[in-house]
């Protein structure tokens, strides 16, 4: 049995992904963010709130593009750093608006993506501050992993 969050988010994300590869026409990203972002245009924003995952993430948001929509361009942004040190000491109100008002910067975008697991805890208020649609990966995954299984 998995005993922490982070476990089953590993958990989750590597039978996601298994389950993506067996299947074409999406993203390689299990998880069904990319695609999800995909649908509402071609200019994307990512927010993120640790960045040593963000070039990765860059990566594969441009291998998903060339797949699944050619042409599409990806805007990211780290949150200020002061956003992780706020949900390290549980301080979950200020991450949510650190990451909100990153997010708020970004302009010309057709979707926004809260890149992280952790980040998706600040969808209500980065919705409040912009005009695009907001997409987390947790709320990505659902039709996602549905639509691999049907």
Known sequence: MLRGAGEQ????AAAASNLSRRHRGSSERGD???D?????GKRIGMV?????SMASMRAEFDEAARAAAPGAVLRDVLADAAAREALNAGDAARHNELVAAAAAGLRDIDAIMLAHF???RALAATRA???VPVLTAP????????????
């Open 118 to 120: 952790s980040t998706a």
């Open 9 to 12: 988010q590993l958990a989750y």
């Open 139 to 150: 709320d990505a995954a659902v039709p996602k992993l549905r639509s691999l299984v049907q």
């Open 36 to 40: 999800a972002a995909f649908a509402h």
């Open 129 to 131: 501050r912009v005009a």
């Open 48 to 52: 993120g709130t640790f960045g040593p």
């Open 32 to 34: 069904g963010l990319f």
